[in-house]
């Protein structure tokens, strides 16, 4: 392996620093980390997934399966990049990996020696076979096989990179920058459709890239490049890849804007996710060449033709110096002419008796040594190839005569070529084996809005290659509406070979027994070898959508571009079908791999999901409140005095509370105005409780049932006005009640005049409860708040200052209270005038947890107990509702499981001992054993300030029958069992003589 | 006399953040004049009639294009729903036929200017703005980070994103991280 | 990617909507009192391959409910109406 002295794509007045498991490589610009590796003699890159088997870099771009490294350090540090498609940048850094204690001495190639306990299936067999009882065991040895599995080590630190999300829209999107996608995007411009082109490479041209420098491709791509320039509606992104095709036209890309730099430049993203939607794309995603097999096949310096091409043409570097070429087509020709002519010794092995008279004299011209009907039986060498066994074959590919062994430290093997469908795989749709071309070729759908060309339609010639894309190109941009003159296609030009001609169905070698000669494989990535396919065979597996999960075939980044074919072709044989009776798996996205961070884009951290924060917050963090997430939204949890913990907090506020005065932020609570003249009516429909008696000026408590007759939510709704109500919801379910109600409205209650609107955003909200409320209230506003003139569950506007604020009497916490509404933009300021004058009475804010303290001492229901499985009946409402109407879910509540009288209800807990009870523990009879689910279940506790002593509140079968009954309370998880007294759920004033007082 | 808190007076903090140059966005915020919403049944744009006379408006509008004048501009948001910026009290107009509704505190305005503002927005929102398809007139009501927002485009490169008040600090910060690469400059004035 | 075209908003995708309910059920008539036409609303659903009737919900944009015709095999989407508006 070496690099020739001229040559070649690259910029030798750039020398670039890249260094391999610590050794430098000469690199230039241009190069990827791969080819360096060539010009630096590495043959051994890595070891393999399974069974760390040595491998080496194995072809020149996303198929790659064997050069897959570790690159950059630290923070930065990336695993399993392909070598073969990373642009070297100069400071690059990169080791091997999977390999311990050195890429040389891997100990896990034992696993090679393990190899027939490993084969297909070995996960599935060890999940559920023998084993299936011993969780213990299993979890042991899967510790291991984690270890042993698997492939390069991520980095546990933080990605220090930005990344970026983008829409785009366009008429015509082309994938692959080849002759194909070029003459697409020159018609579809030309025409004046709004155009992208993406290109993987960084550099246009496909395998225009790998004719030698000064083909007549070149001057065809200078022109065609230039052209597309001058088109301001042509849009090229280069290093961008289409990895996914969705639904409706929708197709994600990758575009890595700074991975061929050492880091990005200030202030730029390292990779942007585009979602750009396409009225029509191109597929021009060309073709990848397929390996032959032949035992030892994956040895490092067994490589693709094409690949060992790519190398000389572009990178000017000669892969081996010795290279025998195995082929079952023509294209293998003149690439050996190009190694024979830059110095190498070739011979050509051909698996055909017969090959064409003009392929012949390319290689005989270029004095490569051709022998006809011989195929490579065995690949051999640990680290490197050293040579191979060759044998004389008959139609099948068997050997058939004195088998030989040639020295050899390169293999290049050509098994023709498989276009790349997978993006039109991924829309569900099946290619068609073509048995001409020998491959699986996409189906043209005139009305599809993804539609193939080139090398990717199976285009055998250059000239069609051109008038396809062309074609498409123009179509596309037609049915996108634009109407511009196409003019000719680009002339075609004389370009290397690029695709299968005269193509034998042989795709292996074997013995003349028709056995293999060793490890042969069809999946280099994930460690498949044929005789796999073969096992799961005799295991009865026959859909190919379970072969290739029973062997792993085709699964991880190989996604099959390698590997599918040939085992398809093997299942075919076994079964004594043709390939296509046996039919394609399907590709899924993504067809080359993307990182996370680029589909996070900027949502990860505090952006990870949208924040809503309160009209008030920011008092609360200037004085010093701890806070909770709730939802969406930033709640005080409490108000530490001194190094006060929660708990000490939250005891000390509620006890306040039931003492003094609190104040607490409910602006959180779900707001929702009903408008209309069948307000009433709709309210009466949606609510179980009855609505249509509430006079203007108060409000009532109700309770939602879902359609199937559990509860949905509760709260409050006042009456404002003759057409207008204000509902308010739980925080949780607001969104859920908002929608539930417009989707009644729109579809099933059409008639009823009425409209629902969130009014959430629009007012601040502040409960102010204790004893001493109403004098703090009554010393800041001007409205009558006599126990006379605003009893309980009443309203009334008022002004604190100048500013105009409804008062709504209602309690949570079971004291006298009041919920202030305020225009949210003076939410803070009412608030601190509220703080002010409560000075004169002892006020203290509290937090959501003293507030939850409240509601369970006076056995309030909140979102541990509506939670979507409990009944009316279940939470001691049942009283509620209305029996004179029909309202949602009024007939399914009625169902025999939701009356079952044995039904856990909802209970009083009191706790024995020092210590609380974890919310989820289960409840048993006070003597059974503690097994199974138990008779119940706890849902909130709490320290009661109040009795001095912990509670909970509970559901228990046959609850209310249970009265002053001890049960056990078990909290399996925290392995801990406590003694309760059951009670009634209303701990505290259950006649509620505080809050009407 | 209470003043109104902006819920972005932390956020408008003048200053350039972002690469240094010229700046490719510029944000500043502004409380709305007063906000309502305008919502009928059948007979809407009759019902609506007297209210949009007082607003110097004729009709109810059509989806996607704002109705300005000197003392209102309206947005047709729904079939029979007008949202109205305008200092205007209109709570008078409520009716049996016409449920009007104060929102003024309900939404804060981002605005969002500068050469590459339309680069931002489309990595925010999954929709053409290019200028050919979101032209000066036009609104989109759409998600920003899963959340609700009106974008009217006021000028070529002036939009106003009416965003819900409760949300407009995390909505500033996510703006403000997608712009950083474009150069960014706030005004705490609009 | 699915892309609704919303009689009010135009052409959007699917991430602003929710899905919300198979559109063929109706709701049984409010007085009804018999269980099984509520059991049938609330439970049983047919699960057809190929075009089918959904409420989705423009939740982060007009807020309307459209029905929309929607191939369940291939994604397609032929009509999309105001649930207001359709059947009528």
Redesign the interface.
Same mark, same amino acid.
């Given at each position: 392996m070496r690099r020739l002295n001229a040559g070649g794509r690259i910029d030798r007045t750039k020398p670039l620093s890249v260094t391999f498991e610590g050794r430098a490589l000469p690199a230039y610009q241009g190069d990827t980390l791969a080819s360096a590796m060539l010009a630096g003699s590495v043959s051994l890159a890595g070891r393999s997934f399974k069974y760390h088997r040595p491998r080496g870099v194995f072809s020149a771009g996303v198929e790659e399966p064997g050069a897959l490294v570790h690159l950059r350090e630290g923070d930065r540090h990336e695993p399993n990049v392909r070598a073969t498609t990373t642009e070297a940048f100069d400071g690059l850094v990169s080791t091997a990996q999977n390999a311990w204690p050195s890429l040389t001495a891997d100990i896990g190639a034992m696993n090679n020696i393990l190899s027939p306990v490993l084969s297909a299936g070995f996960y599935y067999k060890t999940f559920i076979g023998p084993f299936r009882n011993s969780t213990r065991f299993w979890m042991m040895c899967e510790a291991f096989i984690r270890k042993a599995a698997g492939m390069g080590r991520a980095t546990t630190l933080e990605d220090p990179d930005?990344y970026?999300?983008?829409? =785009?829209?366009c008429d015509v999107l082309v994938i692959g920058g080849g002759a194909a996608g070029l003459s697409a995007a020159l018609a579809a411009g030309r025409a004046g459709a709004q155009v992208i082109l993406v290109e993987q490479d960084f550099e246009l041209g496909g395998a225009i890239l790998s004719d030698p420098v000064g083909a007549p491709g070149d001057a065809w791509l200078s022109r065609v490049k230039e052209e597309l320039a001058s088109l301001p509606n042509v849009r090229i992104l280069l290093r961008t890849t289409a990895f996914g095709a969705?639904?409706?036209?929708?197709y994600g890309l990758v575009e890595r804007v700074s991975d061929h730099l050492k880091t990005p430049q200030?202030?730029?993203?390292r990779q942007r996710y585009w979602?750009v939607?396409a009225g029509r794309a191109v597929l021009a995603t060309g073709a990848l060449e397929r390996p032959l097999v032949f035992a030892g096949n994956d040895r490092p310096g067994v490589m693709l033709a094409g690949a060992v091409r790519t190398y000389l043409n572009r990178f000017a570097v000669l892969a081996g110096q010795n290279v025998l070429l195995a082929t079952n087509n023509d294209t293998a020709y003149s690439t050996a002419a190009e190694l024979s002519r830059a110095g190498a010794f070739v011979t050509l092995a051909d698996l055909r008796a017969d090959p064409p008279d003009d392929a012949l004299a390319i290689a005989k011209d270029a004095g490569v040594t051709v022998l006809t009907g011989h195929g490579v039986l065995k690949a051999i060498g640990r680290k490197r190839v050293t040579s191979a066994v060759i044998t004389p074959v008959d139609e099948r590919g068997r050997a058939a005569g004195s088998t030989r062994k040639v020295p050899a430290d390169l293999i290049a093997m050509s098994g023709g070529w498989s276009p790349v469908v997978h993006l039109w795989s991924q829309l569900?749709r099946k290619p068609q084996y073509d048995a001409h071309a020998v491959c699986f070729v996409p189906c043209q759908e005139s009305e599809h809005h993804l539609q193939p060309a080139g090398t990717a339609f199976a285009a055998a010639t250059l000239d069609e290659v051109i008038a396809q894309g062309f074609n498409r190109g123009i179509e596309a941009a037609r049915a996108s509406g634009s109407t511009g003159e196409a003019g000719d296609p680009p002339p075609p030009f004389e370009a290397g070979p690029f695709w299968q001609k005269n193509q034998s169905p042989v795709w292996a070698t074997r013995k003349a027994d028709g056995s293999l000669a060793g490890k042969a494989f069809v999946d280099f990535q994930h460690d498949v070898q044929l005789s796999d396919i073969d096992q799961a065979h005799l295991e009865g597996y026959v859909s190919v959508e379970h072969l290739k999960r029973y062997t792993t075939t085709g699964m991880a980044t190989d996604q099959g571009k390698l590997s599918n074919v040939n085992a398809l072709a093997r299942m075919a044989e076994l079964r004594g079908l043709s390939i296509p009776d046996v039919g394609t798996t399907t590709f899924r996205p993504p067809y080359t791999p993307v990182s996370i961070g680029a589909i996070v884009?900027?949502?990860h951290g505090?952006?990870f999901?949208?924040?809503?924060?309160?009209?008030i917050h920011?008092w609360h963090m200037d004085n010093g409140a701890r806070m909770t997430e709730a939802g969406a939204?930033m709640r005080p949890w409490f108000y530490p005095q001194a190094d006060e913990d929660l708990q000490a907090a939250y005891i000390r506020e509620a006890a306040h509370v039931r003492q003094n005065v609190g104040m607490i932020d409910v602006?959180t609570l779900g707001k929702i105005?009903v408008?209309?003249?069948d307000a009433a009516e709709f309210l009466n429909?949606v609510y179980v409780n009855g609505w249509k008696t509430l006079a203007i000026g108060r409000l009532r408590y109700g309770a939602m049932l879902r +359609?199937?007759g559990f509860v949905m939510d509760d709260g409050a709704t006042a009456r404002l006005?003759?057409? %207008?109500y204000f509902m308010s919801t739980t925080t949780a379910n607001a969104a859920k009640v908002l =929608?539930f109600s +417009?989707?009644l409205l729109?579809?099933?209650w059409?008639d009823l005049?009425v409209?629902v609107?969130s009014?959430?955003?629009?007012?601040a909200a502040i409960a102010l409860a204790g004893p001493s409320s109403r004098a703090l209230l009554n010393s800041v506003t001007d409205a009558d708040l006599s126990r006379e003139a605003l009893p309980n569950n009443h309203v009334t506007r008022a002004h604190i200052? %100048?500013?105009a604020v409804r008062v709504h009497r209602m309690s949570y916490s079971g004291e006298l209270a009041y919920e202030i509404y305020i225009?949210?933009?003076?939410?803070?300021?009412?608030w601190e005038t509220l703080h002010a004058a409560g000075q004169a009475h002892n006020l203290k804010p509290y937090g959501t947890e003293a507030m939850g303290a409240l509601r369970i001492e006076k056995g309030h229901v909140a979102g541990p107990e509506i939670e979507g499985r409990t009944t009316l009946k279940d939470l001691g409402l049942e009283g509620l509702a209305s029996s004179k109407k029909?309202f949602v879910g009024s007939?399914?509540r009625?169902?025999p499981v939701l009356t079952d009288p044995d039904r856990p209800t909802l209970i009083g807990l009191e706790i024995e001992g020092d210590g609380g009870a974890k919310p989820g523990s289960l409840l048993f009879q006070a003597k059974a054993e503690a097994k199974g689910h138990g008779e119940g279940w706890v849902s909130s506790t709490t320290y009661s300030p109040a009795l001095g002593k912990n509670i909970a509140l509970a559901f228990l079968k046959n609850g209310k029958a249970r009265l002053g009954e001890t049960v056990r309370v078990v909290n399996f998880v925290g392995g801990e069992t406590l003694s309760a007294r059951v009670v009634s759920h209303h701990f505290f004033d259950p006649e509620g003589e505080r809050q009407n007082g | 006399?209470?003043?109104?808190?902006?819920?972005l007076?932390?956020k408008l903090v003048s200053g350039h953040y972002?690469?240094a140059g010229d700046a490719g966005i510029r944000l500043s915020g502004r409380?709305l004049r007063g906000l309502w919403?305008l =919502?009928g049944?059948a007979n809407f744009e009759t019902a609506a009639a007297s209210a949009l006379e007082a607003l110097g408006l004729s009709t109810i509008g059509t989806f996607q294009s704002a109705q300005a004048t000197q003392i209102a501009c309206a947005w047709r948001i729904a079939p029979?729903?007008l949202l109205v910026e305008s200092a205007h009290d209109l709570g008078a107009f409520?009716s049996?036929d016409l449920?009007v509704?104060?929102?003024?505190?309900?939404?804060e305005a981002i605005i969002l200017s500068g050469p590459a503002a339309r680069?931002l927005l489309?990595?925010l929102?999954?929709? %053409?703005v290019?200028p050919a =398809?979101f032209r000066r007139g036009a609104f989109l009501q759409t998600g920003i980070?899963?959340?609700g927002v009106l974008i009217h485009c006021v000028e070529e490169t002036d939009f106003e994103i009416l965003v819900?008040?409760?949300?407009a600090?995390?909505?500033w +910060?996510?703006l403000l +991280?997608?712009a950083?690469?474009f150069?960014l400059e706030v005004h705490s004035n609009a | 990617?699915?892309?609704i075209n919303c009689p009010v908003c135009g052409l959007r995708?699917e991430t602003e909507f929710?899905y919300?309910?198979d559109a063929t059920v109706?709701?049984p008539a409010?007085?009804?009192?018999?269980?099984g036409p509520?059991?049938d609303?609330?439970?049983n659903r047919d699960n057809p391959r190929g075009w089918h009737k959904e409420?989705w919900?423009h939740?982060q944009g007009c807020?309307?409910?459209l029905v929309l015709e929607r191939n369940t095999l291939?994604?397609e989407i032929r009509g999309c109406r105001?649930?207001?508006e359709a059947g009528e």
């Open positions: 930005r970026e999300k983008r829409n =785009a829209f969705y639904d409706g036209g929708t200030s202030g730029q993203i979602l939607h569900y884009g900027h949502e505090r952006h999901r949208p924040t809503r924060l309160s009209p920011h939204w602006s105005a408008q209309g003249p429909r +359609e199937d006005g003759e057409w %207008d =929608a +417009e989707h729109q579809t099933a059409k005049k409209h609107t009014v959430t955003d629009q007012w200052g %100048d500013v225009p949210a933009g003076y939410g803070q300021h009412v029909p007939v399914l009625k169902r | 006399m209470a003043e109104v808190l902006s819920a007076s932390k972002g690469p409380r919403q =919502a049944w029979d729903k409520n049996q449920a509704l104060n929102l003024s505190h309900a939404r680069d489309s990595q929102i999954a929709i %053409d290019s =398809a980070h899963h959340v819900p008040t409760t949300w600090e995390s909505g +910060e996510v +991280e997608n950083l690469p150069g | 990617m699915i892309r995708n929710t919300g309910a109706n709701r409010l007085d009804e009192q018999e269980t509520w059991l609303y609330v439970f409420y919900h939740v807020r309307q409910w291939t994604h105001l649930a207001r």
